[in-house]
């Protein structure tokens, strides 16, 4: 099942056309502020395999949190609706992996939650653990954002967790956003029900939390 790493920076709503600086000055800039001054909680070395590792699972959140200036996106989130406009260093978290080998970190009020690849049934349950960890730490008015974008599989009880979870984050104002879910990795049989709770549009291959349904 294709990724977003196999779209070599192509974007899926204009298959035939390579977006222009997709990775633009603004872009790069969130991606370089989201890997600084993480050396408090990662040594030199794991910085380094984690900007070759996830240097594009970055930026798809980058590319996602900032907005896409293509037509056919234009009800996705955008930079302004997340508030970052004036995004410093002192705006984002320390850059963590847990032990399930999901990747995470904040900004101002949003936590970014990158899914790996491949996740064995034991880290799903370690994942599950951790983002219980993440809700109960949660201030009031803080919105998730999930990451797909490297994800080709799923287990059946991810979607009840993770619906039960933005239940939760509503309750305290917040809301879970998902960008860069592949089709196939939907349930069909719930399509409809999991878009219209999520607020998912099909972009390409790829789905993504819109501000409105």
């Given at each position: 099942?294709?990724?977003?790493?196999?779209?070599?920076?192509?974007?899926?709503?204009?298959?035939?056309?390579?977006?222009?600086?997709?990775?633009?000055?603004?872009?790069?800039?969130?991606?370089?502020?989201?890997?600084?001054?993480?050396?408090?909680?990662?040594?030199?070395?794991?910085?380094?395999?984690?900007?070759?590792?996830?240097?594009?699972?970055?930026?798809?959140?980058?590319?996602?949190?900032?907005?896409?200036?293509?037509?056919?996106?234009?009800?996705?989130?955008?930079?302004?609706f997340?508030?970052?406009?004036?995004?410093?260093?002192?705006d984002?978290?320390?850059?963590?992996?847990?032990?399930?080998?999901?990747?995470?970190?904040?900004?101002?009020?949003?936590?970014?939650?990158?899914?790996?690849n491949?996740?064995?049934?034991?880290?799903?349950?370690?994942?599950?653990?951790?983002?219980?960890?993440?809700?109960?730490?949660?201030?009031?008015?803080?919105?998730?954002?999930?990451?797909?974008?490297?994800?080709?599989?799923?287990?059946?009880?991810?979607?009840?967790?993770?619906?039960?979870?933005?239940?939760?984050?509503?309750?305290?104002?917040?809301e879970?956003?998902?960008?860069?879910?592949?089709?196939?990795?939907?349930?069909?049989?719930?399509?409809?029900g999991?878009?219209?709770?999520?607020?998912?549009?099909?972009?390409?291959?790829?789905?993504?939390?819109?501000?409105?349904?």
């Open positions: 099942m294709p990724t977003f790493y196999d779209y070599g920076y192509i974007y899926p709503s204009e298959k035939s056309k390579r977006l222009e600086n997709l990775l633009s000055i603004e872009e790069q800039e969130s991606y370089n502020t989201l890997l600084s001054g993480q050396a408090t909680c990662l040594s030199r070395s794991q910085i380094g395999e984690l900007k070759e590792t996830y240097k594009k699972h970055v930026n798809a959140v980058c590319l996602y949190l900032l907005g896409c200036r293509s037509i056919n996106v234009n009800d996705l989130p955008s930079k302004e997340w508030n970052l406009s004036e995004l410093s260093d002192h984002t978290g320390q850059l963590r992996v847990e032990a399930s080998g999901v990747l995470h970190t904040t900004v101002k009020n949003n936590r970014i939650i990158m899914l790996p491949h996740v064995s049934e034991e880290n799903w349950q370690k994942f599950y653990t951790e983002v219980f960890s993440y809700y109960k730490y949660t201030a009031s008015g803080t919105n998730w954002i999930m990451d797909f974008s490297i994800v080709s599989d799923i287990p059946e009880n991810f979607w009840v967790n993770i619906i039960t979870y933005n239940y939760k984050l509503r309750s305290l104002g917040g879970l956003y998902l960008c860069w879910v592949h089709h196939s990795i939907l349930p069909q049989q719930n399509l409809a999991i878009c219209s709770f999520f607020r998912l549009k099909r972009i390409g291959d790829f789905y993504f939390s819109t501000v409105n349904v």
